[in-house]
């Protein structure tokens, strides 16, 4: 019992260690960045401003590896140890409302009547819905009318948060690999997402399932035990 208190300290030590590497990594990349945007027309007299175009790409890449992996968020508070669910959508809403504008998509949300705590820290939860929500975007990038909704509800007693899109879909090839870390279609994609998001919720105790029709879209559902309700915050 002590063993597994001292696993638990160690583990929340390194999470913390990994979100304040994340912050310290991000800070200079914005200032790196921000110097080449203003070298770019300098570079462009010289007929050298591929050169900006790409390293801003690469930057960028970066950023993103950090964003898949770690959570930006501040600090946890000892109350985000627990969720409520109709909060997270809530936010998730407002964190998306912009993008959801600038890409042209229909974003809808739904939440149960009663609101469903649940005994996970937010930030992970959250973790899972951005690197969730991201491919659902991408996903969506090239059809005509585009629709992502993300719900929070009980079915069967479990706590599930339902995020759907119309997007182009997968094959059974790539449902099969989903979750493997590196296992991508995209020509930019890293392939870690969903190998991050598998690992979040396996260790959260949940469960991660998708439903996937090539050319009509894709569901990813995940689910909570009873025992991982808790009524109140
Ligand atoms: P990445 O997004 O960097 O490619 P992920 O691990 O997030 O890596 O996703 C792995 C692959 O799963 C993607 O390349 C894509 O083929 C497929 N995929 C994930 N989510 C969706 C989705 N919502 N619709 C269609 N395909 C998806
Ligand atoms: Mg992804």
Redesign the pocket.
Known sequence: CKLAALDMDHRQHLEKLAVSIAHEIRNPLTTIKGFIQLLKPDLKEIGKEYYADVMIEELDRVNQIINEFLNAGKPQHPLAQKTSLNKLIKDMAVLYEGEAILRDIRLSTSTAGDDVVLNIPTNQLKQVIM?LMK??M??IDDQHEREIYLSASVQNEFATIVIK?N????SEE?MAL?YIPF????EK???????VCKEIIDRLGGSIHVD?SQGKG?IFTISFPPTLIVNKL
């Open positions: 690197n491919n659902a991408e996903a899109d997007g182009c879909g997968m790539a989903l296992f991508s279609t995209k994609g890293t392939g870690l997402g969903l190998s996937s894709t």
